[in-house]
């Protein structure tokens, strides 16, 4: 039985949808993914010229960050003088390993895919209660057991947050990733054959997640990765590659990639990827209440995700010559605070964003 579009088979082809790497080449699976890259820079498509200059979204981010951090100090008070009506409370996340098949489209539906998603029409409802077995996780002393306990939690958090918009849908349905802690390498479905090195993914073969306890040591901005619950937004991103497998975002997108030139389809990858950062501001702004996000915390977790981009992971930073498939550090930064201020889902509609907004 064929996976997603007739005549594709989506599960077993190519590399994850890992985190981007730096350096003036970037290749490989660090970078690359099934249907276009991960979360921190590299390139399935290296190479490539100037970009035309584009105005920069860093004006718009200025703003949300004034807006988001009115909002952690509004759920304080909030806490303080009432506490949470979680929403969606009686929902019991389904355990890892419930594989199904990603639903069957036909090619005439690739755009509306993209740009008219069902996912996009869903509000998300907020706040939702998280679970965390260990709280204070400290990613430096932490066993691999208790790393995949802390993110087998992330993702049932995640179910649970989600999981009314996807019903809402009236066609998708999630599945909760087995997760996977590694340490150098590791062997995936995806990727052809090829060990997949120290990363964060999603591998669409086997809707299964991997997380690295190296990643933090592959570039010096990647060092913040061990700080307090910047792995949440990491795995929120991923579980976000899950939703775009599990709405046909991943596959209509890989199909149009594979439809125009290298730079169509690095634009195209980038769009994913930010869209993947905003449903991860999303996630963290539905359970901020219940994980008890500091402002600290979420400083934090915002300067990972600007030092993520491809500009700065290849130390050039704001360089409107560096053309990546995940997106400079300001247009991620843009997106994931688009997530952390909306409870409409269509604004993660990036597939409809203007060019310089996912630069």
Request: glycine share 12%; charged share 15%; aromatic share 8%.
């Given at each position: 039985?064929?996976?997603g ?17 730096g ?5 490989g699976?660090f970078?690359g993914g ?23 979204p ?8 004034a ?5 952690m ?19 019991v ?28 029409s869903?509000?998300?409802a ?26 087998d ?36 479905p ?6 997949m090195g120290p ?24 060092a ?21 497998g599990?709405?046909l975002?991943?596959?209509?997108n ?18 994913a ?7 991860a501001?999303?996630?963290l ?11 600290s ?21 704001d ?16 997106w ?13 509609n ?10």
């Amino acid at each position: 039985m064929s996976q997603g579009f007739p005549g594709q088979q989506w599960q077993g082809a190519g590399p994850a949808w890992g985190q981007p790497q730096g350096g003036p080449a970037p290749s490989g699976q660090f970078g690359g993914g099934q249907f276009g890259g991960g979360q921190f820079g590299g390139g399935q498509f290296p190479g490539g010229g100037p970009a035309p200059k584009r105005r920069s979204p860093v004006p718009l981010i200025v703003g949300a960050l004034a807006v988001v951090a009115l909002a952690m100090i509004g759920l304080g008070l909030y806490s303080v003088l009432g506490g949470p009506d979680y929403q969606n409370d009686d929902y019991v996340p389904p355990p890892p390993g419930d594989v199904k098949p990603f639903p069957d489209a036909e090619v005439s539906e690739v755009d509306m895919l993209l740009t008219a998603n069902p996912l996009y029409s869903q509000q998300l409802a907020t706040p939702i209660r998280c679970d965390l077995s260990i709280p204070d996780l400290n990613l430096e002393t932490a066993s691999d057991a208790d790393v995949k306990t802390y993110i087998d939690d992330l993702m049932a958090c995640n179910m649970r947050v989600w999981d009314q918009p996807f019903r809402g849908t009236n066609r998708f349905e999630l599945v909760r990733p087995v997760v996977n802690v590694y340490h150098d390498s590791v062997s995936t479905p995806c990727g052809g054959g090829e060990r997949m090195g120290p990363n964060a993914a999603y591998c669409p073969a086997n809707q299964q997640v991997y997380y690295s306890r190296k990643i933090h040591e592959l570039h010096p901005n990647l060092a913040i990765m061990t700080q307090p619950h910047v792995i949440d937004e990491v795995m929120a991103h991923e579980f976000g590659h899950a939703m775009q497998g599990r709405t046909l975002i991943l596959q209509a997108n890989y199909y149009q990639q594979r439809q125009g030139d290298r730079q169509a389809a690095l634009e195209l990858s980038r769009r994913a990827e930010v869209q993947a950062d905003c449903f991860a501001g999303m996630y963290l702004q539905a359970v901020a209440e219940s994980v008890g996000y500091t402002q600290s915390d979420i400083d934090t977790i915002m300067e990972s995700v600007r030092l993520g981009g491809d500009d700065n992971l290849r130390n050039r930073p704001d360089d409107p010559g560096v053309l990546g498939d995940h997106g400079h550090g300001a247009s991620r930064l843009y997106w994931h605070q688009v997530g952390l201020t909306s409870t409409d889902i269509g604004s993660c509609n990036t597939f409809t964003a203007p060019a310089e907004h996912v630069r």
